[in-house]
């Protein structure tokens, strides 16, 4: 069974720097594109940063700048890396990609979510 796995969120100070991990597990024929989306209290789920197979990259406004996503498809896993953190970026984090397996076929995923608090 295909999971996304999270890890790397916590509390962290205004300006500061923190890596959020997503690891893939299962059995897989190919990962299409990964992502990253956040959902802060009482706001919608939006899209933070995505990245193709290929290693194309779309950013939302907000993020330009300060976040960068990567992946290393040898460990089908998706990184992103967010600096100079702001209190409006407090959300939780969830992993996203989609995925094609033997026995489901293409499908998209999510991951469980990880807590990111950005306070002093």
């Known amino acids: 069974q295909v999971q996304l796995v999270e890890s790397g969120g916590g509390l962290v100070q205004p300006g500061g720097s923190l890596r959020l991990s997503c690891a893939a597990s299962?059995?897989?024929?190919?990962?299409?594109?990964m992502g990253w989306y956040r959902q802060a209290p009482g706001k919608q789920r939006e899209l933070v940063a995505a990245?193709?197979?290929?290693?194309?990259?779309n950013y939302a406004d907000s993020v330009k700048g300060r976040f960068t996503i990567a992946r290393d498809n040898a460990k089908s896993t998706v990184y992103l890396h967010m600096n100079s953190l702001k209190p409006e970026d407090t959300a939780v984090y969830y992993c996203?990609?989609?995925?094609?397996?033997?026995?489901?076929?293409?499908?998209?995923?999510w991951g469980q979510g990880t807590q990111v608090t950005v306070s002093s």
């Open positions: 299962g059995i897989m024929f190919s990962i299409n594109a």
């Open positions: 996203n990609a989609d995925i094609v397996a033997p026995r489901t076929g293409p499908q998209n995923y």
């Open positions: 990245i193709t197979s290929g290693g194309s990259t």
